[in-house]
């Protein structure tokens, strides 16, 4: 399994009951998966916990291999260099972009490789060509974020992650500030990723969106109730519905 969640319990301080509790799903190497839910159903905070953005209490987290434990099953030393390993292996696409205004869409690609893993500017340059030209901006390389469209710009984001060769591909609402048309862009976008076998989660709330991708988890209150090809799933969730 590329992302195994098992037994996830995370505690917020200042409530009584937990926010996961116990919370576990199981994705393949190269799933295509939605992770859905209403608000204060889990999912952002599970997102955290994945990032290590956020603590847990009890259960693991599984990225590509690395194990992460939690909190009171671990010494904090033992936790910190499993994190620190884990992040090497996770990407994370934010809902507003994030991209550096000041930089063109080639630069903000090789950025990461270049400073953090300390590649070589030619290489890194190279690979980000690449992912660019699979994401459909081959004639984009050298224009900054004001000069794109936001499906353009998400779509640099995602070769931005992708850059750094996740085996984890993570998504915060990716489409929830787009129309339609750029919905359906970044879809093809994530389609075009899911061939190079790399895992993608996409936490969202668009129904329309998930309905498309391989894979399914429908979080309530702390825990997923149904796991599966969408289809299945959100039929499942419809007859659920009062």
Known sequence: MTLRVQGVVRHHAGNAEATLKGLSFELPKGTLAALLGKSGAGKSTMLRCVMGLEPFEEGLIEIDGVVVRGTKEVSGAERAKALAEARTRLGLVFQSFELFPHLTALDNCTLAPVTVKREARGEAERRAKALLEQLGLSERLHVFPAQLSGGQKQRVAIARALAM???????????????????????????????????????????????ELEHVCVLENGRVVQSGPPADVLRAVAERQP
């Open 165 to 211: 060769e996740p085996a984890v591909l993570l998504y915060d609402e990716p489409t929830s500030a787009l129309d339609v048309a750029l919905r359906n862009e970044v879809l093809q976008a994530l389609k075009r990723v899911d061939a190079a076998h790399v895992t993608q989660v996409v936490v969202t709330h668009d129904l329309a969106f998930a309905r």
